[in-house]
Protein backbone atom coordinates (compact mmCIF):
# COMPACT_ATOMS: atom_id res chain seq x y z
CA UNK A 1 0.00 0.00 0.00
CA UNK A 2 3.07 2.33 0.34
CA UNK A 3 3.72 2.12 -3.55
CA UNK A 4 2.76 2.01 -6.72
CA UNK A 5 5.45 1.48 -8.35
CA UNK A 6 8.36 -1.13 -7.78
CA UNK A 7 11.71 -0.15 -7.55
CA UNK A 8 14.67 -1.21 -10.45
CA UNK A 9 17.38 -0.30 -8.77
CA UNK A 10 18.56 -3.67 -7.46
CA UNK A 11 21.73 -5.43 -5.46
CA UNK A 12 21.48 -8.35 -8.03
CA UNK A 13 22.39 -5.48 -10.57
CA UNK A 14 25.13 -4.20 -8.69
CA UNK A 15 26.80 -7.63 -8.05
CA UNK A 16 26.16 -8.33 -11.54
CA UNK A 17 27.84 -5.49 -13.34
CA UNK A 18 30.18 -4.33 -10.30
CA UNK A 19 28.77 -1.20 -10.38
CA UNK A 20 27.34 0.79 -7.53
CA UNK A 21 23.56 2.03 -7.95
CA UNK A 22 24.99 5.44 -8.66
CA UNK A 23 26.08 4.27 -12.03
CA UNK A 24 22.84 3.30 -13.26
CA UNK A 25 20.41 5.42 -11.34
CA UNK A 26 20.44 9.46 -10.76
CA UNK A 27 17.51 8.42 -8.62
CA UNK A 28 15.68 5.09 -8.20
CA UNK A 29 14.53 3.80 -10.94
CA UNK A 30 15.82 7.11 -13.41
CA UNK A 31 18.16 5.74 -15.56
CA UNK A 32 21.46 7.34 -16.89
CA UNK A 33 23.02 6.65 -20.02
CA UNK A 34 24.52 3.81 -18.58
CA UNK A 35 21.60 2.17 -17.27
CA UNK A 36 19.56 2.37 -20.32
CA UNK A 37 22.42 0.82 -22.28
CA UNK A 38 22.32 -2.00 -19.42
CA UNK A 39 18.35 -2.38 -19.70
CA UNK A 40 19.05 -2.32 -23.65
CA UNK A 41 21.32 -5.44 -23.65
CA UNK A 42 18.92 -7.51 -21.82
CA UNK A 43 20.01 -6.74 -17.82
CA UNK A 44 22.68 -9.36 -19.32
CA UNK A 45 26.20 -6.68 -19.21
CA UNK A 46 28.63 -8.36 -16.87
CA UNK A 47 31.90 -6.61 -15.17
CA UNK A 48 31.24 -7.76 -11.44
CA UNK A 49 33.09 -9.87 -8.74
CA UNK A 50 30.45 -12.34 -9.64
CA UNK A 51 29.70 -14.17 -12.85
CA UNK A 52 26.96 -13.41 -14.93
CA UNK A 53 25.74 -16.69 -15.69
CA UNK A 54 26.07 -19.96 -13.93
CA UNK A 55 28.47 -21.14 -16.89
CA UNK A 56 30.95 -19.37 -19.34
CA UNK A 57 30.64 -19.54 -23.26
CA UNK A 58 32.19 -18.64 -26.27
CA UNK A 59 28.75 -16.54 -26.48
CA UNK A 60 30.11 -14.84 -23.08
CA UNK A 61 33.58 -14.10 -24.49
CA UNK A 62 32.36 -12.03 -27.76
CA UNK A 63 29.77 -10.47 -25.44
CA UNK A 64 32.90 -8.79 -23.92
CA UNK A 65 33.23 -5.96 -27.04
CA UNK A 66 29.27 -4.68 -25.47
CA UNK A 67 30.94 -4.45 -22.14
CA UNK A 68 33.71 -1.85 -23.49
CA UNK A 69 30.91 0.25 -25.48
CA UNK A 70 29.32 0.49 -21.92
CA UNK A 71 32.86 1.52 -20.49
CA UNK A 72 32.49 4.50 -23.12
CA UNK A 73 29.46 5.55 -20.33
CA UNK A 74 31.66 5.01 -17.32
CA UNK A 75 35.13 5.45 -17.48
CA UNK A 76 35.76 4.01 -14.13
CA UNK A 77 34.66 0.14 -14.97
CA UNK A 78 37.68 -2.36 -14.75
CA UNK A 79 39.41 -4.35 -16.57
CA UNK A 80 40.00 -7.80 -16.24
CA UNK A 81 41.29 -10.91 -17.76
CA UNK A 82 39.17 -13.13 -19.45
CA UNK A 83 40.87 -15.93 -17.22
CA UNK A 84 39.50 -14.04 -14.10
CA UNK A 85 35.98 -14.16 -15.63
CA UNK A 86 36.07 -17.60 -16.12
CA UNK A 87 36.53 -17.67 -12.45
CA UNK A 88 33.98 -16.08 -10.68
CA UNK A 89 31.74 -17.31 -8.84
CA UNK A 90 27.85 -17.05 -9.41
CA UNK A 91 25.13 -15.55 -7.84
CA UNK A 92 21.28 -16.05 -8.33
CA UNK A 93 20.82 -12.51 -9.11
CA UNK A 94 17.86 -12.49 -6.58
CA UNK A 95 17.17 -9.21 -4.55
CA UNK A 96 14.34 -8.19 -1.97
CA UNK A 97 12.69 -4.76 -1.31
CA UNK A 98 10.48 -3.06 1.19
CA UNK A 99 8.89 0.46 1.70
CA UNK A 100 7.29 1.85 4.69
CA UNK A 101 5.12 4.41 4.03
CA UNK A 102 3.21 7.16 6.04
CA UNK A 103 0.24 9.05 4.43
CA UNK A 104 -1.68 12.12 5.85
CA UNK A 105 -4.22 13.91 3.59
CA UNK A 106 -6.05 17.09 4.13
CA UNK A 107 -9.23 15.57 4.84
CA UNK A 108 -10.02 12.19 5.63
CA UNK A 109 -8.36 9.11 3.34
CA UNK A 110 -10.83 6.59 4.78
CA UNK A 111 -13.85 7.28 6.05
CA UNK A 112 -15.31 3.99 7.25
CA UNK A 113 -11.81 2.89 8.54
CA UNK A 114 -11.74 -0.93 9.07
CA UNK A 115 -8.23 -2.57 10.82
CA UNK A 116 -5.39 -1.74 10.43
CA UNK A 117 -6.38 1.28 9.12
CA UNK A 118 -7.36 5.23 10.71
CA UNK A 119 -9.51 7.54 9.03
CA UNK A 120 -5.98 9.23 8.68
CA UNK A 121 -1.87 9.23 9.45
CA UNK A 122 -1.61 5.91 7.92
CA UNK A 123 1.52 3.75 8.38
CA UNK A 124 2.23 0.53 6.28
CA UNK A 125 5.21 -1.43 5.40
CA UNK A 126 4.10 -1.83 1.80
CA UNK A 127 4.66 -3.76 -0.67
CA UNK A 128 7.43 -6.06 -0.35
CA UNK A 129 8.72 -7.75 -3.27
CA UNK A 130 11.15 -10.50 -4.65
CA UNK A 131 13.06 -10.01 -7.65
CA UNK A 132 15.09 -12.28 -10.52
CA UNK A 133 17.02 -9.02 -11.52
CA UNK A 134 19.93 -10.47 -14.15
CA UNK A 135 21.43 -12.55 -16.53
CA UNK A 136 19.89 -15.68 -17.16
CA UNK A 137 21.92 -17.36 -20.14
CA UNK A 138 25.04 -14.61 -22.01
CA UNK A 139 21.98 -13.39 -24.04
CA UNK A 140 18.74 -13.84 -22.01
CA UNK A 141 18.04 -11.77 -18.98
CA UNK A 142 14.85 -10.65 -16.71
CA UNK A 143 13.56 -8.00 -14.59
CA UNK A 144 10.75 -10.04 -12.79
CA UNK A 145 8.97 -8.75 -9.75
CA UNK A 146 6.47 -10.83 -7.09
CA UNK A 147 4.86 -8.61 -4.70
CA UNK A 148 3.08 -8.64 -1.17
CA UNK A 149 0.23 -6.07 -1.17
CA UNK A 150 -1.29 -6.23 1.84
CA UNK A 151 -4.01 -5.39 3.75
CA UNK A 152 -6.71 -2.75 1.81
CA UNK A 153 -9.02 -0.82 3.24
CA UNK A 154 -11.97 -2.81 1.23
CA UNK A 155 -12.41 -6.28 3.69
CA UNK A 156 -12.39 -9.34 1.96
CA UNK A 157 -14.70 -10.10 4.34
CA UNK A 158 -17.65 -7.78 2.94
CA UNK A 159 -19.74 -10.03 1.16
CA UNK A 160 -18.87 -9.47 -2.06
CA UNK A 161 -18.76 -12.68 -4.37
CA UNK A 162 -16.03 -10.76 -6.35
CA UNK A 163 -14.16 -10.11 -2.82
CA UNK A 164 -12.69 -13.27 -3.69
CA UNK A 165 -9.82 -12.30 -6.12
CA UNK A 166 -8.57 -9.73 -3.78
CA UNK A 167 -4.89 -11.14 -3.53
CA UNK A 168 -2.62 -10.67 -1.04
CA UNK A 169 0.37 -12.14 -2.88
CA UNK A 170 0.78 -11.35 -6.72
CA UNK A 171 2.76 -11.24 -9.84
CA UNK A 172 4.07 -7.84 -10.66
CA UNK A 173 5.85 -5.77 -13.63
CA UNK A 174 7.85 -8.28 -15.28
CA UNK A 175 10.87 -7.98 -18.71
CA UNK A 176 12.29 -10.92 -19.99
CA UNK A 177 14.68 -9.87 -22.74
CA UNK A 178 16.71 -11.44 -25.35
CA UNK A 179 19.38 -8.93 -26.79
CA UNK A 180 22.50 -9.43 -29.33
CA UNK A 181 23.77 -7.24 -31.49
CA UNK A 182 25.06 -7.25 -35.40
CA UNK A 183 27.02 -4.53 -37.87
CA UNK A 184 25.55 -4.29 -41.11
CA UNK A 185 27.74 -1.66 -43.58
CA UNK A 186 27.58 1.54 -41.48
CA UNK A 187 25.07 0.79 -39.15
CA UNK A 188 25.60 -1.25 -35.92
CA UNK A 189 22.33 -2.55 -33.97
CA UNK A 190 21.31 -3.53 -30.82
CA UNK A 191 18.48 -5.96 -31.14
CA UNK A 192 16.28 -7.77 -29.26
CA UNK A 193 12.79 -9.69 -28.14
CA UNK A 194 11.00 -8.70 -25.12
CA UNK A 195 8.13 -10.44 -23.26
CA UNK A 196 6.03 -8.44 -20.49
CA UNK A 197 3.16 -7.94 -18.80
CA UNK A 198 2.56 -4.10 -18.84
CA UNK A 199 2.63 -1.88 -22.15
CA UNK A 200 6.12 0.48 -21.41
CA UNK A 201 7.31 -1.31 -18.81
CA UNK A 202 10.64 -2.19 -21.29
CA UNK A 203 10.90 1.30 -21.92
CA UNK A 204 14.20 2.76 -21.44
CA UNK A 205 13.28 5.98 -20.15
CA UNK A 206 11.16 7.70 -17.54
CA UNK A 207 8.91 9.57 -19.56
CA UNK A 208 6.36 6.64 -20.27
CA UNK A 209 3.70 5.44 -17.76
CA UNK A 210 5.55 2.83 -16.26
CA UNK A 211 8.40 4.51 -14.71
CA UNK A 212 7.62 7.68 -14.60
CA UNK A 213 7.56 10.08 -11.70
CA UNK A 214 6.20 9.67 -8.76
CA UNK A 215 8.57 6.64 -8.06
CA UNK A 216 6.64 5.88 -4.85
CA UNK A 217 3.35 7.19 -4.17
CA UNK A 218 0.83 6.66 -1.52
CA UNK A 219 -1.89 4.37 -2.55
CA UNK A 220 -4.23 5.03 0.75
CA UNK A 221 -4.98 8.14 -1.15
CA UNK A 222 -6.68 9.28 -4.31
CA UNK A 223 -4.71 9.98 -7.32
CA UNK A 224 -5.50 11.78 -10.75
CA UNK A 225 -7.27 9.96 -13.11
CA UNK A 226 -5.15 8.52 -16.09
CA UNK A 227 -5.28 7.45 -19.91
CA UNK A 228 -5.66 3.69 -20.59
CA UNK A 229 -2.14 3.32 -21.19
CA UNK A 230 -1.63 4.53 -17.47
CA UNK A 231 -1.36 1.13 -15.97
CA UNK A 232 -5.02 0.38 -16.68
CA UNK A 233 -3.61 -3.32 -17.82
CA UNK A 234 -0.60 -3.42 -15.82
CA UNK A 235 0.21 -7.32 -14.86
CA UNK A 236 -2.83 -8.35 -16.54
CA UNK A 237 -1.65 -8.79 -19.92
CA UNK A 238 0.88 -10.41 -21.87
CA UNK A 239 3.15 -9.25 -24.78
CA UNK A 240 5.73 -9.91 -27.16
CA UNK A 241 7.73 -7.91 -28.84
CA UNK A 242 10.44 -6.69 -30.96
CA UNK A 243 13.44 -3.56 -30.59
CA UNK A 244 16.09 -2.35 -32.11
CA UNK A 245 18.76 0.77 -31.37
CA UNK A 246 20.22 1.61 -34.00
CA UNK A 247 24.15 3.53 -34.16
CA UNK A 248 23.33 4.09 -30.72
CA UNK A 249 20.77 6.82 -31.89
CA UNK A 250 17.57 5.81 -33.29
CA UNK A 251 14.88 3.57 -30.84
CA UNK A 252 12.60 1.35 -32.80
CA UNK A 253 9.65 -0.80 -30.99
CA UNK A 254 6.25 -2.94 -31.42
CA UNK A 255 4.96 -5.34 -29.16
CA UNK A 256 1.44 -6.47 -29.21
CA UNK A 257 -0.24 -7.57 -25.81
CA UNK A 258 -3.60 -10.26 -25.50
CA UNK A 259 -5.34 -10.44 -21.91
CA UNK A 260 -4.37 -13.62 -19.65
CA UNK A 261 -7.35 -15.49 -19.19
CA UNK A 262 -9.73 -14.91 -16.48
CA UNK A 263 -8.59 -18.19 -14.25
CA UNK A 264 -5.02 -17.49 -15.12
CA UNK A 265 -4.53 -13.97 -13.32
CA UNK A 266 -6.45 -15.31 -10.47
CA UNK A 267 -3.66 -18.03 -10.29
CA UNK A 268 -0.85 -15.93 -11.19
CA UNK A 269 -2.49 -13.35 -7.74
CA UNK A 270 -3.34 -10.56 -10.06
CA UNK A 271 -7.54 -9.88 -9.36
CA UNK A 272 -9.04 -10.20 -12.95
CA UNK A 273 -11.70 -7.28 -12.25
CA UNK A 274 -9.03 -5.08 -11.58
CA UNK A 275 -9.51 -4.24 -14.83
CA UNK A 276 -12.28 -2.74 -17.15
CA UNK A 277 -12.54 -5.79 -19.30
CA UNK A 278 -10.70 -7.83 -21.28
CA UNK A 279 -8.97 -6.85 -24.70
CA UNK A 280 -10.46 -8.41 -28.22
CA UNK A 281 -7.72 -9.65 -30.49
CA UNK A 282 -4.06 -8.26 -30.24
CA UNK A 283 -3.66 -4.77 -28.92
CA UNK A 284 -0.38 -3.15 -30.52
CA UNK A 285 1.93 -1.13 -28.73
CA UNK A 286 4.07 1.33 -30.86
CA UNK A 287 8.14 3.29 -29.46
CA UNK A 288 10.11 5.13 -31.28
CA UNK A 289 12.92 7.78 -30.00
CA UNK A 290 16.09 9.85 -31.16
CA UNK A 291 19.16 10.16 -28.54
CA UNK A 292 21.82 12.51 -29.55
CA UNK A 293 24.52 12.65 -26.72
CA UNK A 294 27.12 14.69 -26.96
CA UNK A 295 29.53 15.42 -24.50
CA UNK A 296 28.01 15.32 -21.15
CA UNK A 297 24.47 16.08 -23.08
CA UNK A 298 21.78 13.18 -23.44
CA UNK A 299 18.85 14.50 -25.52
CA UNK A 300 15.35 12.52 -26.05
CA UNK A 301 12.52 12.86 -28.16
CA UNK A 302 9.66 9.81 -29.30
CA UNK A 303 6.30 8.50 -29.68
CA UNK A 304 4.39 5.93 -28.05
CA UNK A 305 0.81 5.04 -28.05
CA UNK A 306 -1.20 1.81 -28.03
CA UNK A 307 -5.08 0.94 -29.22
CA UNK A 308 -6.85 -1.13 -26.88
CA UNK A 309 -10.46 -2.72 -27.94
CA UNK A 310 -11.74 -3.71 -24.61
CA UNK A 311 -14.80 -5.82 -23.64
CA UNK A 312 -16.36 -5.07 -20.47
CA UNK A 313 -16.94 -7.80 -17.64
CA UNK A 314 -20.74 -8.77 -18.18
CA UNK A 315 -20.55 -8.73 -13.74
CA UNK A 316 -18.07 -7.29 -11.89
CA UNK A 317 -19.52 -8.07 -8.72
CA UNK A 318 -19.54 -11.67 -9.46
CA UNK A 319 -22.97 -12.47 -8.23
CA UNK A 320 -23.99 -13.97 -10.93
CA UNK A 321 -20.69 -16.59 -11.20
CA UNK A 322 -19.85 -14.91 -14.77
CA UNK A 323 -16.59 -14.18 -15.90
CA UNK A 324 -17.94 -13.39 -19.58
CA UNK A 325 -17.15 -10.26 -21.12
CA UNK A 326 -19.83 -8.35 -23.60
CA UNK A 327 -19.30 -8.83 -27.07
CA UNK A 328 -19.77 -5.48 -27.80
CA UNK A 329 -16.26 -3.20 -27.21
CA UNK A 330 -15.20 0.40 -26.14
CA UNK A 331 -12.12 1.24 -28.02
CA UNK A 332 -9.33 3.68 -26.54
CA UNK A 333 -6.44 5.26 -28.90
CA UNK A 334 -3.71 6.58 -26.96
CA UNK A 335 -0.77 8.45 -28.41
CA UNK A 336 1.66 10.04 -26.46
CA UNK A 337 5.17 12.10 -27.26
CA UNK A 338 7.88 12.37 -25.15
CA UNK A 339 11.16 14.51 -24.52
CA UNK A 340 14.39 14.31 -22.02
CA UNK A 341 16.91 16.34 -21.26
CA UNK A 342 19.61 14.69 -19.18
CA UNK A 343 22.91 16.67 -17.97
CA UNK A 344 25.92 14.73 -16.01
CA UNK A 345 27.61 17.96 -14.26
CA UNK A 346 30.85 17.33 -11.97
CA UNK A 347 29.08 16.29 -9.11
CA UNK A 348 25.45 16.21 -9.73
CA UNK A 349 22.44 15.46 -12.68
CA UNK A 350 19.89 17.70 -14.31
CA UNK A 351 17.21 15.92 -15.56
CA UNK A 352 14.38 17.52 -17.78
CA UNK A 353 11.43 15.55 -18.70
CA UNK A 354 8.05 16.02 -20.35
CA UNK A 355 4.90 13.84 -21.91
CA UNK A 356 2.12 14.61 -23.05
CA UNK A 357 -0.41 11.70 -23.79
CA UNK A 358 -3.80 12.07 -25.99
CA UNK A 359 -6.87 9.47 -25.85
CA UNK A 360 -9.65 8.88 -28.59
CA UNK A 361 -12.71 6.77 -26.88
CA UNK A 362 -15.07 5.51 -28.43
CA UNK A 363 -17.95 4.16 -26.56
CA UNK A 364 -20.00 1.49 -28.18
CA UNK A 365 -20.31 -0.30 -24.85
CA UNK A 366 -20.23 1.98 -22.26
CA UNK A 367 -22.56 4.30 -24.01
CA UNK A 368 -24.96 1.72 -25.97
CA UNK A 369 -24.62 -1.66 -24.37
CA UNK A 370 -24.14 -0.56 -20.55
CA UNK A 371 -25.76 2.85 -20.59
CA UNK A 372 -23.11 4.24 -18.52
CA UNK A 373 -21.77 6.78 -20.54
CA UNK A 374 -23.44 10.12 -21.95
CA UNK A 375 -21.40 10.50 -24.93
CA UNK A 376 -20.41 7.45 -27.41
CA UNK A 377 -17.05 9.48 -28.01
CA UNK A 378 -14.97 11.19 -25.67
CA UNK A 379 -11.38 12.35 -25.42
CA UNK A 380 -8.91 12.09 -22.25
CA UNK A 381 -6.04 14.52 -22.25
CA UNK A 382 -2.67 13.74 -19.49
CA UNK A 383 0.26 15.97 -19.72
CA UNK A 384 3.35 15.85 -16.98
CA UNK A 385 6.47 18.20 -16.90
CA UNK A 386 9.14 17.39 -14.71
CA UNK A 387 12.18 18.99 -13.42
CA UNK A 388 15.03 16.79 -11.09
CA UNK A 389 18.20 17.34 -9.63
CA UNK A 390 20.50 14.81 -8.24
CA UNK A 391 23.10 15.92 -5.99
CA UNK A 392 25.70 14.38 -4.85
CA UNK A 393 27.61 10.70 -5.33
CA UNK A 394 27.02 8.85 -1.65
CA UNK A 395 24.35 11.10 0.70
CA UNK A 396 22.96 12.04 -2.39
CA UNK A 397 19.75 14.32 -2.10
CA UNK A 398 17.56 14.43 -5.08
CA UNK A 399 14.70 17.34 -5.32
CA UNK A 400 12.07 16.97 -7.92
CA UNK A 401 8.94 18.98 -9.04
CA UNK A 402 6.23 17.58 -11.01
CA UNK A 403 3.64 19.80 -12.70
CA UNK A 404 0.76 17.15 -13.93
CA UNK A 405 -2.56 18.11 -15.63
CA UNK A 406 -5.36 16.12 -16.75
CA UNK A 407 -8.33 17.10 -18.87
CA UNK A 408 -11.22 16.11 -20.90
CA UNK A 409 -14.62 15.81 -22.02
CA UNK A 410 -17.48 16.38 -19.41
CA UNK A 411 -19.83 13.25 -19.24
CA UNK A 412 -22.81 13.26 -17.06
CA UNK A 413 -22.96 9.50 -16.29
CA UNK A 414 -19.03 8.69 -15.95
CA UNK A 415 -18.46 11.93 -13.81
CA UNK A 416 -21.46 13.15 -12.29
CA UNK A 417 -22.71 16.67 -11.64
CA UNK A 418 -20.59 19.65 -10.74
CA UNK A 419 -21.72 20.53 -7.13
CA UNK A 420 -22.53 23.91 -7.79
CA UNK A 421 -23.37 24.33 -11.06
CA UNK A 422 -25.36 20.81 -11.92
CA UNK A 423 -23.38 20.85 -15.28
CA UNK A 424 -21.62 17.65 -16.50
CA UNK A 425 -18.36 17.16 -14.66
CA UNK A 426 -15.30 16.43 -16.74
CA UNK A 427 -12.15 14.37 -15.35
CA UNK A 428 -9.89 17.62 -15.49
CA UNK A 429 -7.43 17.39 -12.47
CA UNK A 430 -4.08 19.22 -12.30
CA UNK A 431 -1.36 19.99 -9.18
CA UNK A 432 2.02 19.94 -8.19
CA UNK A 433 4.56 17.19 -6.85
CA UNK A 434 7.07 17.64 -4.75
CA UNK A 435 10.02 15.66 -3.28
CA UNK A 436 12.71 15.60 -1.57
CA UNK A 437 14.76 12.29 -1.46
CA UNK A 438 17.92 11.18 0.41
CA UNK A 439 20.15 8.19 -1.19
CA UNK A 440 22.98 7.43 1.22
CA UNK A 441 25.00 5.00 -0.79
CA UNK A 442 25.26 6.51 -4.58
CA UNK A 443 28.28 6.11 -5.72
CA UNK A 444 30.81 4.07 -2.93
CA UNK A 445 30.89 0.50 -2.18
CA UNK A 446 29.51 1.05 1.41
CA UNK A 447 29.61 -1.59 4.00
CA UNK A 448 27.23 -3.84 2.67
CA UNK A 449 27.46 -3.44 -0.28
CA UNK A 450 26.38 -4.95 -3.06
CA UNK A 451 24.05 -6.31 -0.93
CA UNK A 452 21.91 -3.79 0.40
CA UNK A 453 21.04 0.30 -0.52
CA UNK A 454 17.93 2.72 0.61
CA UNK A 455 16.44 5.95 -0.05
CA UNK A 456 14.20 8.08 2.11
CA UNK A 457 11.82 10.27 0.57
CA UNK A 458 9.20 13.03 1.54
CA UNK A 459 6.66 13.63 -0.78
CA UNK A 460 3.58 16.57 -1.12
CA UNK A 461 1.02 16.26 -3.74
CA UNK A 462 -1.11 19.89 -3.83
CA UNK A 463 -4.46 20.16 -6.18
CA UNK A 464 -5.66 22.89 -7.52
CA UNK A 465 -8.82 20.79 -9.61
CA UNK A 466 -9.43 17.44 -8.54
CA UNK A 467 -12.15 15.12 -11.02
CA UNK A 468 -13.55 18.05 -12.41
CA UNK A 469 -14.29 20.66 -9.77
CA UNK A 470 -11.89 22.94 -7.10
CA UNK A 471 -14.43 21.92 -4.59
CA UNK A 472 -12.75 19.51 -1.86
CA UNK A 473 -9.82 19.26 -4.57
CA UNK A 474 -7.46 20.40 -1.78
CA UNK A 475 -8.70 17.70 0.47
CA UNK A 476 -7.05 15.26 -1.22
CA UNK A 477 -3.70 17.27 -1.29
CA UNK A 478 -1.11 14.65 0.42
CA UNK A 479 2.08 14.01 2.57
CA UNK A 480 4.09 11.02 1.93
CA UNK A 481 7.13 10.05 3.84
CA UNK A 482 8.57 6.58 3.32
CA UNK A 483 11.96 4.52 3.60
CA UNK A 484 12.46 2.52 0.57
CA UNK A 485 15.07 -0.21 1.44
CA UNK A 486 16.96 -2.85 -0.84
CA UNK A 487 18.79 -5.71 -0.18
Excluded at 67 to 77: N, P, Q, S, T
Aim: hydrophobic share 40%.
Amino acid sequence: MGSTTPAQALPSFARQTGQPCGTCHTDFPALTPYGRRFKLLGYTAGGGQFRTTPFSSEGGRAARAELDKLRGYVKALPQESQTDADRKEWVPPISFMAIEGYTRTQGPTIPDPTEPFKTNDNIVASPVSVFWGGAITDHIGAFAQYTYAGATPLSSFSGTPADQFIHSWGWDNTDVRYANTASVGPFDFVFGVTANNNPSVQDLWNTTPAWGFPYASSTLAAGPPGTTLEGTFAAHVGGVGLYTMINDLLYLEVTGYKSIGFHALNALGANPFDTPGQLGGVAPYWRAAIEPHWGRHTLMVGTFGMIFDVHPWFDTTFASGSTAVLPVSDRFTDVGFDAQYQYQGDNYWLTLRGSYIREFQRLDASFAALGIASNPTNQLNSMKLQASLALGADNRVVLTGQYFNVWGTSDLLLFGPDPVTGQALTPDTNGWTAEIAYIPFGASKMIGWPWFNARIGLQYTYYNKFNGTTVGAHDNNTLFLHAWFAM
